[in-house]
């Protein structure tokens, strides 16, 4: 990464909110517990970085626990209905204002910080990610934007098993399925086209790189660990924090084809 040619703990003080799917993982309580945010959060708060986190959300003056998400939260979709009748119109109210405070104090968050860093795989459906990015992208904040490989090893591994078993009913059932989910294998993170020009070229990472700070941080060795050593990132995303906190980072300017300072990045110095 090129330096801006001033140096110094640029993270020290600065808030950075971490946006990425929470409705539709494969299991919230080990998401709150061990997801991608703890690790982050831990990393940034060591360069004394204030991280803003949907999964622990803080406290609001006045507000007791005013818009708290915890893995149960996901139970409020049950009461949604579509029924044209005085009770439908009352549930679907109580799921609009009971999850608007939710998502008032998570785009609050994001007002307020300096950057996000946003984790996009292409596999998980979300609405919120989307939002809070493109809140943050109008406000001419930058976003730092995470895209692992996706692949489904056990879809691969069930084709095998049925073509071997000469199971064409179970293939074609199988092939039924991939259509409707949609399953998509990503191996190579390509992101949204979308998002590329929204985000910007250069803040793009298809890993996070948690193998380097495993004896810093003492983290246990879990699935993104085994995940990582099956695709090492190319551009990981805690190397490039390291760096932004002594170089702020350029950009590439086309017209100028060279890089240029990147002036999304405004650190204020505002009670720092």
Same mark, same amino acid.
């Given at each position: 990464?090129?330096?801006?040619?001033?140096?110094?703990?640029?993270?020290?003080?600065?808030?950075?909110?971490?946006?990425?799917?929470?409705?539709?993982?494969?299991?919230?309580?080990?998401?709150?517990?061990?997801?991608?945010?703890?690790?982050?959060?831990?990393?940034?708060?060591?360069?004394?970085?204030?991280?803003?986190?949907?999964?622990?959300?803080?406290?609001?003056?006045?507000?007791?626990?005013?818009?708290?998400?915890?893995?149960?939260?996901?139970?409020?979709?049950?009461?949604?209905?579509?029924?044209?009748?005085?009770?439908?119109?009352?549930?679907?109210?109580?799921?609009?204002?009971?999850?608007?405070?939710?998502?008032?104090?998570?785009?609050?968050?994001?007002?307020?910080?300096?950057?996000?860093?946003?984790?996009?795989?292409?596999?998980?459906?979300?609405?919120?990610?989307?939002?809070?990015?493109?809140?943050?992208?109008?406000?001419?904040?930058?976003?730092?934007?995470?895209?692992?490989?996706?692949? !489904? #090893? &056990?879809?691969?591994? %069930?084709? @095998?098993? =049925?073509?071997?078993?000469?199971?064409?009913?179970?293939? *074609?059932?199988?092939?039924?399925?991939?259509?409707?989910?949609?399953?998509?294998?990503?191996?190579?993170?390509?992101?949204?086209?979308?998002?590329?020009?929204?985000?910007?070229?250069?803040?793009?990472?298809?890993?996070?790189?948690?193998?380097?700070?495993?004896?810093?941080?003492?983290?246990?060795?879990?699935?993104?660990?085994?995940?990582?050593?099956? !695709? #090492? &990132?190319?551009?990981? %995303?805690? @190397?490039? =924090?390291?760096?932004?906190?002594?170089?702020?980072?350029? *950009?590439?300017?086309?017209?100028?084809?060279?890089?240029?300072?990147?002036?999304?990045?405004?650190?204020?110095?505002?009670?720092?």
């Amino acid at each position: 990464m090129s330096g801006s040619g001033c140096k110094g703990d640029f993270l020290k003080g600065a808030r950075v909110y971490l946006s990425g799917p929470m409705d539709f993982v494969a299991s919230r309580v080990d998401e709150k517990k061990f997801g991608w945010r703890v690790r982050v959060g831990e990393f940034l708060s060591s360069f004394g970085a204030t991280v803003f986190d949907p999964w622990n959300k803080p406290k609001v003056r006045g507000l007791h626990e005013y818009g708290k998400e915890d893995v149960a939260t996901i139970l409020l979709r049950e009461k949604w209905t579509f029924e044209a009748t005085k009770e439908g119109v009352q549930a679907r109210a109580e799921c609009a204002h009971t999850f608007w405070e939710t998502m008032h104090i998570d785009l609050r968050m994001v007002d307020i910080s300096d950057f996000v860093i946003a984790y996009c795989p292409t596999n998980i459906y979300s609405v919120g990610t989307p939002h809070e990015i493109i809140t943050a992208r109008q406000q001419h904040k930058p976003v730092i934007f995470v895209s692992t490989p996706v692949t !489904y #090893p &056990a879809l691969d591994e %069930l084709e @095998k098993h =049925l073509q071997k078993q000469a199971d064409k009913e179970g293939r *074609k059932l199988l092939n039924s399925l991939v259509q409707q989910a949609p399953i998509k294998p990503n191996p190579n993170a390509v992101p949204s086209l979308w998002y590329i020009p929204l985000i910007g070229a250069n803040n793009f990472f298809d890993g996070f790189g948690f193998s380097d700070y495993h004896e810093k941080f003492g983290w246990a060795e879990g699935p993104a660990d085994k995940y990582e050593k099956k !695709y #090492p &990132a190319k551009r990981p %995303l805690l @190397k490039f =924090l390291e760096n932004l906190n002594h170089n702020l980072p350029k *950009k590439w300017s086309t017209h100028e084809n060279k890089f240029v300072q990147d002036d999304d990045w405004l650190l204020l110095e505002v009670n720092r």
